[in-house]
C-alpha cells in the first residue's frame, strides 16, 4: 500500500506531448469603449498635459507631417 501521492516527475528535455497549454481560442473579448471626455481623464488630462497641442497629441490628434513616436519604455544608457 502507498503511504504518500505518487508524484510524476518531469524528464529533462522532455516537453509536454499533446494539445498545448495556455490560452484558449475562441471568441476575443471586445475591448471596452472608452470615454476620452469623462470627469476622470479630464482631471488625468490636466495633469500630464501642458497645453491645448499637447493635450491633442495625447489623445491622438496629431498635426499633419508629425513624427511617429515609439510606444513604451526609452532605454537608457
Not at 503511504?3 to 498545448?20: C, F, I
Amino acid at each position: 500500500m502507498p503511504s504518500a501521492p505518487e508524484r510524476r516527475v518531469a524528464m529533462p528535455g522532455k516537453g509536454k506531448k499533446g494539445k498545448g497549454s495556455g490560452k484558449p481560442r475562441g471568441k476575443k473579448p471586445k475591448k471596452q469603449e472608452v470615454d476620452i471626455l469623462s470627469p476622470a481623464a479630464m482631471l488625468n488630462l490636466y495633469y500630464i498635459a501642458h497645453n491645448v497641442a499637447d493635450c491633442l497629441h495625447m489623445r491622438g490628434f496629431r498635426w499633419p507631417g508629425a513624427p511617429k513616436t515609439k510606444k513604451g519604455k526609452a532605454k537608457v544608457k
